[in-house]
């Protein structure tokens, strides 16, 4: 890998990182989520329609295509048979680390969803989740978006195809991140999650394929 090729999408991740901290500066996550949410509670929040085509339908799609990614490494159909056999790895791979550092860090975190907030009917107080130890009097473990991780987490897919099918790349990034935002606003209606939640895990995920394609490539390069 080539500085050049890595120049771009570090600057794509340094600037959406900044972006991301003006958002969580600027407080618009709970006036957003004012958007679906009322002092009672989230009235889109045991939807069944939402729940079964934005929950629960594009988890298991998610975590099949993830088994068929890894199958794909030995047996590649359709548009994989475009990748070689490293980068059917990197994609295998990059996918499903994506969806264990948003669970990881999601784990860990103290921050509560939108229907715990006292606002919305709950008992959580606002904290950002940047206030790391402040517990917020709610369940927490709300952040980053896990849901959305579904469909973010196959961002990465850009760094697998660029070089050997750059427009096929470009299409399959948009259609994750299109696919991640759906997820993430279907989510934000019920009151599952702060809109920065489901940005920061497009950010994450990026962030590892950004960085598996940085570790392939300097293996390239030492060998």
Known sequence: MTRSSTRGPLAVTLVA???????????????????????????????????????????????ALVIGL???????????RRLDLPSRVQLAVTVLA????????????????PWDL?????????VS????GLDDGGPGKCFPAGHASAAFAYVGGWFAFRRNAPRLAGWWLACAV??????????QMRGAHYMSHTLWTAWICW?????????????????
């Open 178 to 187: 299109l696919a991640g935002l759906a997820l993430g606003i279907g989510q």
């Open 118 to 126: 006292q606002a919305f009917g709950g008992i959580a107080r606002y």
């Open 17 to 63: 990182f900044a972006l991301l901290l003006t958002w969580d500066a600027s407080g618009l996550d709970v006036s957003a989520a004012r958007w679906f949410g009322t002092p009672v509670g989230f009235p889109w929040r045991d939807s069944r329609p939402l729940i079964l085509w934005m929950h629960e339908v594009p988890r298991f799609a998610s975590w």
């Open 129 to 132: 989740h940047w206030r790391w």
């Open 207 to 223: 962030s590892v394929g950004f960085a598996i394609d940085a570790l392939r490539g300097a293996n390239l390069n030492g060998s």
């Open 70 to 80: 890894f199958l794909a490494i030995r047996w590649p159909v359709g548009v994989l």
């Open 98 to 113: 994506s969806v264990l550092a948003v669970s990881l860090i999601k784990t860990h975190s103290q921050t509560s969803c």
